[in-house]
T-cell receptor, first 113, second 114 residues
Framework: GESVGLHLPTLSVQEGDNSIINCAYS??????FIWYKQESGKGPQFIID?????DKRQGQRVTVLLNKTVKHLSLQIAATQPGDSAVYFC????????????FGQGTELSVKP | DAGVTQSPTHLIKTRGQQVTLRCSPK?????VSWYQQALGQGPQFIFQ???????QRGNFPDRFSGHQFPNYSSELNVNALLLGDSALYLC?????????????FGQGTRLTVV
């Protein structure tokens, strides 16, 4: 069935350390993936995306890695800050026509000062 | 640019009642998608509207219906509310043809059914 899952529901890191959040997806035909950050009481906020023809993409302090062989996605946050504390979701484009996004359950990142 | 705006922000309804939630898309966007997010879960796709028509639908009962207006704004209607409908309802807007690469979410409407 359609599903995008996360390996760990919670992650606690020390401020300044690097964070790695993992995600598994089930649809090998998926061609587009997005990471969202959701703070309490707010809607999901776009962080970074990657297409299936890439295996790595970097943004400001964030890097997304895609391993299509094992259908695995990860989000790396460098020098994690208290403001990074939130729930992080990976999402998979349900089709290539701009239709539904399929979200995982989320990983809660907690940054200790 | 106000981004995606949703109203109301919070709502309390009684079981069996009907509710209407509203969404204004980001300027320049023509497609609106609705998601339901239960506590501790990821958003679940309800449906998507484009050119005032339901373009795609997720696994939700007919009690969930929607509408899109000529100005691209949208409404989500839920009839015969159940306790299990309590959730955060999110609206996302995008431009069809960009493959969700420009999808932006609103802050959501927190619906509580009692």
């Amino acid at each position: 069935g359609e599903s995008v899952g996360l390996h760990l529901p919670t992650l606690s890191v020390q401020e300044g350390d690097n964070s790695i959040i993992n995600c598994a997806y089930s649809n090998s035909a998926s061609d587009y993936f997005i990471w969202y950050k959701q703070e309490s009481g707010k809607g999901p906020q776009f962080i970074i995306d990657i297409r299936s023809n890439m295996d790595k993409r970097q943004g400001q302090r964030v890097t997304v890695l895609l391993n299509k062989t094992v259908k695995h996605l990860s989000l790396q946050i460098a020098a994690t800050q208290p403001g990074d504390s939130a729930v992080y979701f990976c999402a998979e484009n349900g089709d290539n026509q701009g239709g539904k996004l399929i979200f995982g359950q989320g990983t809660e990142l907690s940054v200790k000062p | 640019d106000a981004g995606v705006t949703q109203s109301p922000t919070h709502l309390i309804k009684t079981r069996g009642q009907q509710v209407t939630l509203r969404c204004s898309p980001k300027s320049g966007h023509d497609t609106v998608s609705w998601y339901q997010q239960a506590l501790g879960q990821g958003p679940q796709f309800i449906f998507q509207y484009y050119e005032e028509e339901e373009r795609q639908r997720g696994n939700f009962p007919d009690r969930f219906s929607g509408h899109q207006f000529p100005n691209y704004s949208s409404e989500l209607n839920v009839n015969a509310l159940l306790l299990g409908d309590s959730a955060l309802y999110l609206c996302a807007s995008s431009l069809l043809g960009t493959g969700n690469t420009e999808a932006f979410f609103g802050q959501g409407t927190r619906l509580t059914v009692v």
